[in-house]
């Protein structure tokens, strides 16, 4: 008994909940293969995954009036003010808040999503616009932008993009032509992960979907399995918390920091 | 009479139209000031103005299986070849078809929005998922991707982002904390706008909207119509384009191009 109980108990220390968002109507497409994929893989590991199927939830996209039915200024539709006065008040959308307590009881947030216009299917996009809330995701405290990128609402969580590409690899290669595919992503990983407190993994990128034949379907499964297995051991992007003195006045980078480098790459320590 | 007639002439051929496509449902909110103001600057200087006011006009976001009533294949959803097929057949969704015949009759496009988290908001994301179809914005002529970056169905056109920030310009300075502004718009300038062919006008953000004072309200109003007075004479973004000789294979920067330079500085030429 006394050997069971402890076998018990080192299972549940390392049972991890994962919540995967995933953006693609078609069953049968290489986003939900890789959903498919991911939740047996994660569950066989002992983990509990959640699922976010936005077009089967029929996903409201769109940000709007609707998603402030009681106001605190009924004549001007500010949207910060409106999603800070919902969100403490407890007056969101039922479909907002169960989101925010699946994201808030996850270990691991994945977004699995097809790269559409370098970015995320609008679907996806108007779940970020509408869950990202005002004293949540940001303006915690009443603080302003002073507790963000590395602390906040959603610390304590992992993030994982997962992204497929019609376009071949070179496309995305450091002198490929649509631009790095860690770059056109750093609005997401660093911008909108980051910025509320998650440790963002590494971006998981598919590419050449367009013209994917079985077997290289098959090798991507199993370059995923693989990446997952390690999920919860892998060190996150380093990126550099606002207030571990890197941003002394919260804005722009002390000059002794990454000296004379600019843009996206200043903001990743070595 | 002659010189009534050259006149006329004069006015036809300096005489432009410019298309606002817009995503703020508030009245009086910064970005419906901004439209506002734009209009009446233009119309004054002789120009047509067209809006797509995209929270008036309910637009469908999400990009899914009722975007194609006839499909190709009833079978399996894969978007880019329903695309190309709705749009080759002529079975495209009314609004769809209309705001590409708005988009075609414009020689300007303006895309006014305010940032959230780093990108559109979800209503003008799916704009562009529903909009640049198969066969108009990418995939010409059957060539796939060999048309592209600075040719393709929207070239002979102009195209500026012009976007509000609630934060203060600091934020997106060159080492500001969010990242340089140019770089986060990279997927929308370069990636939307510059890949189906349009000439792609330098980033208008205003910033710190959060906190504006009505003099603040006025200054940025000021900056914005003395933009305007000159759209139609600025040199574009001089963004590569693929098939000028610096891509020869289609795919990655000839190595004597930019040499040395990774990311999305080495697309601009010096």
């Known amino acids: 008994m006394t050997h069971n109980t402890a076998n018990t108990a080192s299972i549940d220390k390392t049972r991890k909940t994962v919540l995967i968002v995933h953006a693609h109507p078609e069953p049968t497409s290489l ?4 959903v498919d994929v991911a939740e047996r893989t994660l569950r066989e ?6 699922q976010s199927d936005l077009y089967a939830m029929g996903w409201k996209a769109v940000y709007d009036a609707q998603d402030f039915p009681v106001r605190s200024d009924i004549e ?3 949207f910060v003010r409106e999603s800070g006065h919902a969100f403490h008040q407890g007056h969101q959308p039922a479909d907002v808040a169960e989101e925010q307590r699946k994201l808030l009881a996850a270990d691991l947030v994945i977004l699995q999503f097809p790269l559409w216009w370098f970015g995320m299917p609008a679907i996806m996009k108007g779940w970020i616009d509408r869950v990202w809330a005002q004293g949540l995701a940001y303006g915690r405290h009443g603080q302003g932008n002073r507790i963000r990128y590395g602390e906040g609402g959603f610390e304590g969580r992992r993030a994982m993009v997962s992204v497929s590409t019609g376009g071949p690899a070179a496309d995305y290669a450091p002198r490929g032509i649509n631009g790095p595919i860690d770059q056109l992503l750093f609005p997401i990983t660093h911008g909108t992960l980051f910025y509320p407190g998650m440790s963002v993994l590494k971006t998981h990128a598919t590419h050449g979907t367009g013209r994917m034949t079985p077997e290289g379907v098959e090798a991507a499964m199993a370059a995923w399995r693989e990446r997952l297995a390690h999920v919860f051991d ?3 992007i380093a990126f550099r918390s606002q207030n571990g003195g890197d941003y002394p006045d919260h804005h722009e ?3 002794a920091v990454a000296p004379g480098i600019t843009g996206f790459a200043a903001h990743v320590a070595a």
């Open 253 to 255: 980078l002390d000059e």
């Open 234 to 236: 892998e060190a996150p």
């Open 45 to 50: 590991a002992g983990h509990e995954v959640l």
């Open 31 to 34: 986003t939900r293969t890789m």
């Open 76 to 78: 001007r539709l500010d």
